[in-house]
Each structure stands twice: as C-alpha cells, then as structure tokens.
C-alpha cells in the first residue's frame, strides 16, 4: 500500500457545507410561495399539478383561521415543498395571476366601453363599431335605447346587463379569431 502512496501529492479535502443564509432565503421562499398559493381558489390550487400529500395540506390549510395553527401547517408545507421541484409550481402559478390581472384588464376594458355607449355620444359607437365591424350594429343600437328608456323609469338594468354581456361575447370572438 505505500507503494502508491505518495505523501507530495496528498490532497486536503475541505468539509463543504452549504450556506445557512442562503438555506433560510430559500426556506423563507418557499413559505412565501406556500403562503401565495392558500391566497387561490381550491380549484385554481388544484391545476397547479401539486402531489396530492401537498395539495391536502394546503386545502386543509385554506380552512385555518389566520392562527398558530394555520403557521405550524404552513411551516409543514413548507417542509414538504422543499422535497420536490417548485419551479413548474411558480410557473403555473405566474400564469394563473397573469390570466387574473388579463381578465380583470378586459373586464375594465369592458365595462368602460360600455359607459362610454350608454352615455349616448354617437361618436362613441362608431368608433367601438369601426374597431369591431362584426359587431350587429343595429342591435346595439336597440340596447342603447332600451337601457335609456329603463334608466328613465327607474327600472333594472336588464339592456344594459345584455349589452354588456355582448360586448363580451364580441371581444371573446375576435380573441379566438385572432388565436386561428
């Protein structure tokens, strides 16, 4: 044995351990994430394609009140979430919040489109009929009036709920058109 062995080329070898702060970035991370994800809907957690220990867990977890308990199940999630691969989860979940706020835009987009018709400035519609020529201009017309004339005797705002609604449907036509 002390043929091969030669006391020049003997190595040092240096415990490597990993980084404690960085262990704690990530674990606080992870808590962050596990805290993000009981903010979602149960169905919404669900298509996040989680293993189904972690997904009871955090469905258990929605149900706590905001407590010690709730924290001692989210520190155990935390736990498990360090096990697995999170980055497929954040991804999903990145495009569940970018949906979210894209929804929210056109509901916007919507709603003062639909303001903007009501308010009877003819201007308006022409412009909203130029940015969409399949829209059935006449029947617009007809929901325009039929909602003043509600407005006026104070009853629902059925026409305005029904030009709304088709406005909608238009948007989301000339989405799938444009996706073709």
Same mark, same amino acid.
């Given at each position: 044995?002390?043929?091969?062995?030669?006391?020049?080329?003997?190595?040092?070898?240096?415990?490597?351990?990993?980084?404690?702060?960085?262990?704690?970035? #990530?674990?606080?991370?992870?808590? +962050?994430?596990?805290?993000? %994800?009981?903010?979602?809907?149960?169905?919404? %957690?669900?298509?996040?394609?989680?293993?189904?220990?972690?997904?009871?867990?955090?469905?258990?977890?929605?149900?706590?009140?905001?407590?010690? =308990?709730?924290?001692?199940?989210?520190?155990?999630?935390?736990?498990?979430?360090?096990?697995?691969?999170?980055?497929? %989860? $954040?991804?999903?979940?990145?495009? %569940?919040?970018?949906?979210?706020?894209?929804?929210? !835009?056109?509901?916007?987009?919507?709603?003062?489109?639909?303001?903007?018709?009501?308010?009877? +400035?003819?201007?308006?519609?022409?412009?909203?009929?130029?940015?969409?020529? =399949?829209? #059935? =201009? $006449?029947?617009?017309?007809?929901?325009?009036?039929? =909602?003043?004339?509600?407005?006026?005797?104070?009853?629902?705002?059925?026409?305005?709920?029904?030009?709304? !609604?088709?406005?909608?449907?238009?948007?989301?036509?000339?989405? +799938?058109?444009?996706?073709?």
């Amino acid at each position: 044995m002390n043929e091969f062995f030669d006391p020049e080329e003997e190595e040092e070898t240096w415990a490597i351990r990993p980084n404690k702060s960085k262990i704690k970035r #990530d674990i606080a991370e992870l808590s +962050d994430l596990c805290e993000e %994800i009981t903010q979602l809907a149960p169905a919404q %957690i669900e298509r996040l394609g989680l293993p189904e220990n972690i997904l009871l867990a955090l469905l258990d977890a929605i149900k706590m009140p905001v407590k010690g =308990a709730r924290k001692r199940q989210l520190k155990f999630i935390t736990g498990m979430m360090r096990k697995i691969d999170v980055e497929p %989860i $954040q991804e999903q979940l990145d495009k %569940i919040k970018a949906k979210s706020a894209h929804a929210t !835009r056109e509901l916007h987009q919507l709603e003062r489109w639909r303001e903007a018709l009501l308010s009877g +400035d003819k201007q308006k519609l022409t412009e909203f009929l130029q940015q969409n020529p =399949a829209a #059935d =201009a $006449q029947y617009i017309r007809q929901l325009i009036r039929n =909602a003043s004339k509600e407005l006026a005797s104070a009853k629902p705002p059925k026409s305005s709920r029904l030009l709304f !609604r088709y406005l909608r449907e238009l948007l989301e036509s000339a989405r +799938d058109e444009m996706q073709d």
